[in-house]
Every structure is written in C-alpha cells, then in structure tokens.
C-alpha cells in the first residue's frame, strides 16, 4: 500500500515498506536541517485507558503525553525507530499535535526516522530488535 501526502501541490512523503522494519515513511523532496517534515494532531489517550491500550497493536503507535498517551495521525505515528534519526519529534501541547522536524539534510527518497525515547540522542533499549 503507498500513501501519499500532498504539500502545496506537491507530492512530499510516502507510506512504503522499509527493509527489515515494515512500513517506514519516505521523503519525496529534499528537507533542510530544522524544516518541519510533518505537523500531526494527535489523539489523547487519558491515563484511565493507557491499561487497555497496552495490550493491543496501538502499543507500538503512541507517544507518551505526559501521564497520558496520545496517536499522532497523518504520518505521525508511522516514522520508524533509529539510534541514528534524522529527525526529531516534538510535543506541542498548546496545540495538540506533534512536530516532526529534520535534525539534517534529507534527501528525496530517505527513510525519516526518529528516536522513540524521545532526545536524538539517548539510547534506551526498545522491545524489538533496531535495524539501521
């Protein structure tokens, strides 16, 4: 299945598989360090229900929100974990949504990873083997 996502006209992510990883999503045009790939709203999951969520598929789609949860829609919650991402999430409470935001050149047709622990930088193990 390809998704595509339009950008003043344009063509400028997909929805492809990602070798060893599943569905990854793909730049179609070049971002600069500090460009915001995506602008996700995001669904919020109240800490009541986080229990009931762990113990389905959408355990692997959401971000922590603070005591809560919360599904980024759009591309949102398809990036796919690097140790190495080249791009970086951010909560944006005041609006409910998530940005995502390039921490280097990307070059068209690049993977857009993202650290799930949050920091670029930190390297807290994840519950699946990382294929870099």
Known sequence: MLILRKGRGLRVL??????????????????RKGDIIEKAPVIIIPKSDLRAIMVTVMVDY??????????????????????????????????TCIHFRALRNIAPGEEVTINYKGKPDRKLPVPFEVVE
């Open 14 to 31: 997909e929805v492809k598989q990602s070798p060893g990883k599943g569905r990854g999503v793909f730049t179609l045009k070049p971002y």
């Open 62 to 95: 959401f971000f922590q929100w603070g005591r809560e949860g919360a599904v980024a829609l759009g591309y949102g919650s398809l990036f796919n974990h690097s140790y190495k991402p080249n791009a970086e999430f951010i909560l944006k409470r005041e609006d």
